[in-house]
């Protein structure tokens, strides 16, 4: 069935640096993937997603890019702010309407 | 605009007690999931419905059946509760059509079984 892996579970970064996280999925079906941002006690919101025409998105300081050779997709936040702490997730969607997520990605940004 | 609705916030089950828990949403979404999420393990689907009168399993469905009622609600059932059903549970919808899109969360519900 459709799995989407994640990477890394947690991860440290001093304020300011840039910060990847990268998913890899196994449906070659998937055309839509998005990342998701949830805050402590709140269900997760869209931050940015890319479909499957596409090789490379950006909305400020974040991107995402997407190998679909690879099947992997990343993540990209740059200039990083201590409002950037939280889990992040990635998800792959394709023509069954299944929306399946990745493991999440705890964030801390030290300042 | 209230966007996706889960009740309720909190709840506290005995073993082998059910319960359901409802979710509603006001955007005119054609599809709707729920999920469970553990630490460590993500958002796991339960089941989805892809659109009004039909319903799927996804990854983890053991232990739940589901109702799409109308448009608007998609409730979870728990038949017989058990404490490896100890979660919190997020409902979502999002418009389907020709292109895939994001995905509305409810703000989820926390679900303890003793």
Known sequence: ?111 | NAGVTQTPKFQVLKTGQSMTLQCAQDMNHNSMYWYRQDPGMGLRLIYYSASEGTTDKGEVPNGYNVSRLNKREFSLRLESAAPSQTSVYFCASRPTGQMNTEAFFGQGTRLTVV
């Not at chain 1, 997407?66 to 702490?85: G, M, R, V």
């Open chain 1, 1 to 111: 069935g459709e799995n989407v892996e994640q990477h890394p579970s947690t991860l440290s970064v001093q304020e300011g640096d840039s910060a990847v996280i990268k998913c890899t999925y196994s449906d070659s079906a998937s055309n839509y993937f998005p990342w998701y941002k949830q805050e402590l006690g709140k269900g997760p919101q869209l931050i940015i997603d890319i479909r499957s025409n596409v090789g490379e998105k950006k909305d400020q300081r974040i991107a995402v890019t997407l190998n679909k050779t690879a099947k992997h997709f990343s993540l990209h936040i740059t200039e990083t702010q201590p409002e950037d702490s939280a889990v992040y997730f990635c998800a792959a969607s394709g023509v069954t309407y299944k929306y399946i997520f990745g493991t999440g990605t705890r964030l801390k940004v030290l300042a």
